[in-house]
Nanobody, 123 residues
Framework: QVQLVESGGGLVQAGGSLRLTCAAS????????MSWYRQAPGKERELVAR???????YYADSVKGRFTISRDNAKNTAYLQMNSMKPEDTAVYYC?????????????????WGQGTQVTVSS
């Protein structure tokens, strides 16, 4: 079974930085596009950033210039470096990836979510 495990969340003051990590396991090869979403209380889950297997990136307007997504295909890991953080960045951050599970190649790529990690930015 594919697992996405996030880490690196926590409490930070406005203007500070955090680095989130998403480690994928149980895949037969490096996942396709890996993404970070976030969901604030009372709001819908929204896409923050994504990175393709080739390294192409996309960012939501709200985080452009402040957040950087990257990945290490050899480690099946994606990162989200968050700088100049704002209170409005407070949310649960989720990793999302499309991957082929080891031993289930015939099923093809499927979407998977991590369990989420809380990020809180104090003013």
């Amino acid at each position: 079974q594919v697992q996405l495990v996030e880490s690196g969340g926590g409490l930070v003051q406005a203007g500070g930085s955090l680095r989130l990590t998403c480690a994928a396991s149980g895949t037969i090869r490096s996942p396709g596009t890996m993404s970070w979403y976030r969901q604030a209380p009372g709001k819908e889950r929204e896409l923050v950033a994504r990175v393709s297997s080739g390294g192409s990136t996309y960012y939501a307007d709200s985080v452009k210039g402040r957040f950087t997504i990257s990945r290490d295909n050899a480690k099946n890991t994606a990162y989200l470096q968050m700088n100049s953080m704002k209170p409005e960045d407070t949310a649960v951050y989720y990793c999302y990836a499309v991957a082929v599970a080891a031993g289930l190649a015939a099923m093809g790529p499927k979407p998977y979510w991590g369990q989420g990690t809380q990020v809180t930015v104090s003013s």
